[in-house]
């Protein structure tokens, strides 16, 4: 079993900064590519950033320039700096991973439980 468990979230004032954590823990793993999503309840969850193990990163045009998607091999962790932080980047986010488990195995996605950024005017 794979977990991942996310962190780092908290209220800041618009124009602050936050660094969110997303920790593997559990079986190991081979790294395909690491997403990061948010969702404001009664919406549908937006894709936010991407990283893949081809060293591609991705962002949505609503955070490039301010976000910044990365990944600690040692630390089995990834996170996602968040500057010039917006009202309207105030939402559940959520880091998503896809590995294998395995030579034999499927390739799998893993989520973590969210946590919640919010961004005073």
């Known amino acids: 079993q794979v977990q991942l468990v996310e962190s780092g979230g908290g209220s800041v004032q618009s124009g602050g900064s936050l660094r969110l954590s997303c920790a593997a823990s559990g079986s190991a793993f081979s790294f395909i590519s690491m997403g990061w999503h948010r969702q404001v309840p009664g919406k549908q969850r937006e894709w936010v950033a991407s990283i893949t193990s081809g060293g591609r990163f991705t962002y949505a045009d609503s955070v490039k320039g301010r976000f910044t998607i990365s990944r600690d091999n040692d630390k089995n962790t990834g996170y996602l700096q968040m500057n010039s932080l917006k009202p309207e980047d105030t939402a559940v986010y959520y880091c998503?991973?896809?590995?294998?488990?395995?030579?034999?195995?499927?390739?799998?996605?893993?989520w973590g439980q969210g946590t919640q950024v919010t961004v005073a005017s």
């Open positions: 998503n991973v896809w590995g294998r488990q395995g030579l034999l195995a499927k390739v799998d996605a893993y």
